[in-house]
């Protein structure tokens, strides 16, 4: 029994013969060269429309060839002589057969080449193009500041956005109570002391020993209490109580045979 044979697609056909061919022109470089040559001898209109195309595929590849060839043909000395003579007999027939257009082409040189050799034209035209870069390059900051101030911008929205989101402040400000009080304190206070101060007006709201119409009026009286309860590291007079005695103060704890003023 012969081997059983598979079922494949068009492309994976194409791909494998494709395959095949360039290993055996890797192994027969001569014969496929002389193989090539004669398809395009024989097939001149096809192998004109491949390269035209290959050429628009592939215009890097295009480049690097015929800046190997230029340098190859400048190496070489006989070559370089046979580009004068092939220019020579181009520029014979030129003025033998279409005068006009050479006769053309010798105007505009002399043009080129009068503006070249006055001065001030030259450093006009120079001027001229120095301005026009700069003016490109000054658009071209702009643009790039532009775009540079925007991403900043961004960025910016973005952390105080998640900020935001991320503070736990930001959802008791949605409360009406908890944002008219907030509103009422100076913020001025530390953050600490400004956040016990409103805590304590929402709390006296709620057990309504205060109205909202009044919150605004007695911010001050809340935050004078809190400074009072929380009195520490202040100027203590003598004469107060400590806490947690009937009547004992500061001075009673001083040894009276030392003079202290």
Do not use: C
Request: hydrophobic letters at 30%.
């Amino acid at each position: 029994m012969g081997r059983p044979r598979m079922d494949i697609s068009d492309e994976e056909r194409r791909a494998r013969k494709l395959s095949a061919t360039r290993r055996w022109r890797k192994q027969n470089r001569e014969k496929a060269r002389r193989h090539t040559r004669a398809w395009k001898k024989r097939n001149s209109e096809a192998a004109r429309e491949y390269r035209r195309k290959w050429s628009k595929k592939n215009p890097d590849k295009i480049r690097a060839y015929r800046k190997k060839w230029l340098r190859q043909q400048e190496a070489d000395p006989l070559n370089r002589e046979r580009r004068l003579q092939k220019a020579r007999l181009k520029y014979a027939e030129l003025r033998e057969n279409n005068l006009e257009l050479l006769r053309s082409r010798w105007r505009k040189y002399d043009a080129i080449r009068r503006e070249r050799d006055d001065p001030e034209k030259t450093r006009a035209r120079d001027r001229a193009k120095y301005a026009r870069r700069r003016n490109r390059d000054l658009e071209k900051l702009r643009e790039k500041e532009h775009r540079k101030r925007a991403r900043r911008r961004e960025r910016q929205r973005a952390i105080l956005a998640l900020k935001e989101a991320n503070n736990p402040k930001a959802t008791l400000l949605g409360n009406s109570l908890y944002a008219a009080a907030d509103a009422a304190v100076s913020k001025t206070l530390l953050s600490h002391v400004r956040d016990d101060v409103v805590s304590s007006i929402v709390l006296a709201v709620l057990e309504k020993r205060l109205s909202r119409s009044q919150i605004k009026k007695k911010a001050a009286d809340f935050v004078r209490a809190y400074f009072k309860e929380n009195n520490n590291f202040r100027d203590v007079s003598l004469d107060s109580a400590i806490r947690g005695t009937d009547s004992l103060t500061i001075g009673d704890m001083l040894d009276s045979n030392v003079i202290h003023f």
